[in-house]
């Protein structure tokens, strides 16, 4: 008599596995750099080529390594969140202009703000290997020490702001 | 004749493919050049290998590899270098892991549980099937009514 309810026990099942996997984001690449130190990089800095940004600036304060380039639609989109997470000072926000041409960055900042403390210059997207880079925007999360521990594919918004990285940010604070 | 001149010209067009453009490479190196970049997954264009993609980032990896093996890489620290930096997605074919058992044995599996279920079910129904001898006397009686009439 148990047979008689095989049907619906597997229709619950597959509900269930639809419920979870119909909601997950099939093209997010989870990223082996979350908990490893931030891969070490050496690039001119954008606005003064004559000098250098690496990994080591990023060290002894929380930071967002926030990959972006002019060509970029999604980049645009966050600017304004991107520029108010950096008026809050919490964090201090580095960038990593990724495969662009200096010129069109420079002139990006200049008509929409320039919210970094410091602009790598990745012409070749290299460093965006070593980083993992698949798709700008991406945005990292990186504690005082170094190490990565959080990495956010896609436009950073007020809603991940305080519901992500807030949160993760007020841990590493007291670390 | 303009189809098989255009399919014609199309499968003479395939060596031109980006990827297969390796200046400089003994063959041996072309060779392993060719399969590592069959077995990498561009990130972008998900459902492609290195090889097919036309992704930006597909060349920049292609590029990659290709400093890779010139450096005198073994497949295997390309694929870690790779793998240390993307994670396993970047392979084409993942990998066996406990994470992953599911994804290999899972079709085969079900398959298999498919084919048993259907034989199982089968056998029950001949044995429903197989006639009850009153029942079959008391339908042979009505049938012979119903011719009768």
Sequence with gaps: ?175 | MKRVVLVLAFLLAQPLLAANVTPGLSPAAEARYKALIGELRCLVCQNQSLLDSDANLAADLRREVLKLIESGQSDAQIIEFLVARYGDFVLYRPPLKATTVLLWAGPGGLLVVGLLVVGLWSRRRRVVQAPDPEQLAKLRAVAREVQDV
């Design chain 1, 1 to 175: 008599m148990s047979s008689r309810y095989a049907p619906l026990a597997i229709f619950v099942v597959l509900i269930a596995l639809l419920a979870v996997g119909l909601r997950l984001n099939p093209r997010l690449v989870p990223s082996p750099l979350v908990d490893k130190p931030a891969p070490a990089f050496d690039l001119p800095n954008l606005k003064a080529p004559d000098q250098r940004f690496t990994q080591a600036d990023l060290l002894g304060k929380i930071s967002l390594v926030n990959i972006w380039a002019s060509w970029c639609v999604s980049c645009r989109a966050e600017h304004a969140a991107l520029a108010e997470i950096a008026r809050a000072g919490r964090v201090t926000v580095y960038g990593i202009n990724y495969k662009d041409e200096r010129a069109d960055a420079l002139q990006w900042l200049n008509t929409l703000g320039d919210p970094y403390r410091a602009n790598g210059f990745d012409y070749d997207g290299r460093t965006g290997i070593d980083w993992g880079v698949y798709g700008t925007p991406e945005t990292f999360l990186v504690d005082k020490r170094g190490i990565i521990r959080y990495k956010l594919v896609g436009p950073i918004s007020p809603q991940v702001w305080e519901e992500i990285l807030l949160p993760l940010i007020g841990q590493l604070e007291h670390s």
